[in-house]
């Protein structure tokens, strides 16, 4: 007489068993017969070994019992089953199944190894290859930068170094055109009904899930820079990694506002940078340079990154003076910051970096290329030494005095301001800022920020950027001074770098809500039309968009997509699609290795 087969949903049944020993022998029987088995409610229970797995990472239980070979084998039985893989609701396995190996093996290296001992690799490389789509790519990246960021299970992954540092590079450089062709740029009808269901719980509209698909691309982006930024670390693939074009591209990779929470493009070079063969590559690229120095001065929530990146470049004897031709003109504006985040006294190691070996310079035994260079190292020499000397010379009755004339001098450049004549009016304020104390920061914080009004109708950009970044590091960061930001974000504005524009137009409506003088004051409209001009041009998908629409020569509306994926030729015979499937929710720890390394 022939056994009686286990109920549809023995998983659940299992967890109601109050024998604790009972209990873990079935759920390991479970996961064993779990593969073999051709269950049309699997999906169920991966859902809720997904909810365990997001709300218990750390609990050993499922680990312990093989949960993890288990969700290898269903990947791959996915992948090497098609017609599995389409029947019934089998098509959120793969997806669940990677999910819950990251979210067991993001914090803990004994899980990782089990993990790895099941042989979970292989099968996360085949989603990476784009077997099925981008959505399960975007999980299996996950899942093996967690397994790459520990010491024990890096060497398993990196026995595959050379293919997963091309895959993530390409994922890197092309998802977010991926991601628009495959879903967002096209009609809703044409978009894989198992996708929405997964964005949105099922229930989503459309503007959800283009909302939630922005999300995932630059998750997917994001957590593809975190994989390369392990091996970075490590000095792994660096030949691979600092290809030009890749790296000429890394600094405008960022978050976006859906994903502040990950340094992306900045966080890698910022690792390369740590490294001699970095080093060497970042130097010898104007364009990342140029991008380093942009992010230096703005209100970028890793400025610190950019200025420590300069400052690794400037202290290696190799890079220094390759890099302090473009660079010096840049830092020297923040000479006079105190603190940025849990950094203290940035500008006086600025300073001490810059000003190493200016004796050379002073007495002409050294040559830079670039005169605007010299020329901003002179006057740091003269702001950090000169200055400092002739202000402890001065009696408390200089001081008075001078500070009356600065206040005279202000007076006069604001009424020429007024008149119409900008060029004097610009003039006046330099001088009021040579004679001006270093000690009386309040005036010299309005003079700066005046004088950068003035370049601003001058449509000099790169003055005004400099002064009202002078006048924001004298402020601090803690209430930075507004009219520099939104100064500075019309300068940005001005040269076209909308990310640094869009960050400083943020931060000038922040402080204003923060302000007791304009709290209760509403949003200026040329804020809010700065705002969305920026949102528009820094939109995540903006690039892929025009690259479509110049690539087809039709709008985005007419479009049909033509999936790069295997399983999406597939998918659009069948229209695929289950209502009510849950989708995950964001990880709360999914960035925090970035802030460890």
């Known amino acids: ?28 029987q479970c996961f064993k017969e779990m593969p073999l088995r051709d269950d049309q409610e699997h999906v169920l229970v991966l859902s809720g070994l997904w909810n365990i797995s997001m709300a218990q990472p750390d609990d050993p239980e499922f680990p312990a019992l093989g949960i993890f070979e288990c969700m290898a084998k269903l ?24 999910h819950v190996i990251g979210s067991y093996t993001m914090d803990n290296p004994q899980f990782a ?25 975007r999980v299996a990246v996950r899942a093996l930068g967690h397994l790459a960021s520990h010491e024990k299970t890096f060497e398993a992954v990196v026995v595959h170094e050379v293919e997963i540092i091309s895959l993530a590079m390409e994922i890197v450089s092309n998802c977010l055109e991926v991601v628009y062709k495959e879903f967002v740029g096209i009609k809703a009808r044409k978009r894989p009904k198992y996708h929405c269901d997964l964005l949105t719980r099922g229930v989503g509209e459309l503007e959800l899930q283009s909302r939630k698909a922005e999300e995932w691309a630059s998750q997917l982006q994001c957590w593809s820079l975190y994989l390369l930024n392990c091996f970075a670390s490590k000095e792994r693939g660096l030949t691979l990694i600092c290809n030009t074009e890749f790296l000429n591209n890394l600094c405008g990779m960022w978050g976006g506002l859906v994903n502040l929470t990950s340094p992306a493009g ?54 220094r003076y390759g890099v302090i031709d473009i660079a010096a003109s840049s830092l020297v504006d923040l000479v006079e910051l105190r603190s940025l985040g849990e950094s203290k006294m940035v500008g006086e190691t600025i300073s001490q ?26 006057e740091l020499w003269e702001l950090r ?7 402890k010379l001065m009696s408390e009755q200089d001081m008075k005095e001078r500070q009356a004339l600065v206040g005279k001098l202000k007076k006069q450049g604001n009424q020429k301001f007024w008149t119409g004549k900008i060029e004097k009016s610009c003039k006046i304020y330099s001088k009021a800022l040579e004679l001006c104390p270093l000690n009386f920061r309040k005036e010299r914080i309005v003079l700066y920020s005046n004088r950068a009004q003035c370049y601003l109708l001058l449509k000099n950009p790169a ?24 100064r500075r974000s019309q300068a940005y ?10 960050m400083d137009c943020l931060m000038f409506i922040n402080s204003r809500i923060k302000s007791e003088h304009t709290k209760r004051v509403r949003i200026p409209y040329y804020a809010a039309r700065m705002i969305n001009k920026q949102m528009s041009a820094t939109w995540l998908f903006a690039n892929a968009k025009s690259k479509l629409c110049i690539k087809k020569e039709k709008t985005v509306d007419e479009y049909e997509s033509k999936g790069e994926y295997q399983l999406q030729e597939m998918m659009d015979a069948k229209n695929m699609g289950f209502p009510d499937m849950p989708t995950i929710l964001e990880d709360p720890k999914a960035e925090k290795r970035w802030k460890k390394r």
């Open 266 to 319: 900045i966080g890698l070079l910022r690792t390369l940078c740590s490294s001699k063969t970095g080093r060497k590559n970042v130097a010898n690229s104007r364009q990342v340079m140029e991008s380093l120095c942009n992010v230096s001065r703005s209100s970028d929530d890793w400025q610190n990154m950019a200025i420590d990146c300069l400052l690794l470049l400037l202290k290696d004897p190799e890079t």
């Open 113 to 137: 190894e089990k993990a790895v001992k099941s042989g979970v690799v292989l099968p996360l490389m085949e989603l990476l290859r784009g077997k099925m789509s981008w959505v399960e790519q």
């Open 385 to 391: 030494v000169e200055n400092i000397k002739r202000d």
């Open 493 to 502: 504005d001005m040269k076209g770098l909308a990310k640094e524009s869009l």
């Open 75 to 98: 990947i791959h039985r996915g992948i090497t089953d098609q017609n599995w893989l389409l029947r019934g609701q089998n098509i959120y396995i793969p997806y669940y199944a990677a």
């Open 1 to 28: 007489m022939h056994s009686e087969p286990p109920c549809s949903n023995c998983f659940f049944c299992t967890m109601n068993e109050p024998e604790p020993s009972v209990r873990r022998a079935k759920l390991s």
């Open 353 to 378: 970096t810059l000003l190493q070996d200016y004796y050379k310079i002073k007495f002409g035994f050294l040559k830079l290329k670039n005169q605007e260079a010299e020329k901003a190292l002179e």
């Open 463 to 486: 003055a005004a950027i400099s002064d009202t970044t002078r006048a924001l590091c004298l402020s601090g960061t803690v209430s930075p001074h507004s009219k520099s930001l939104w």
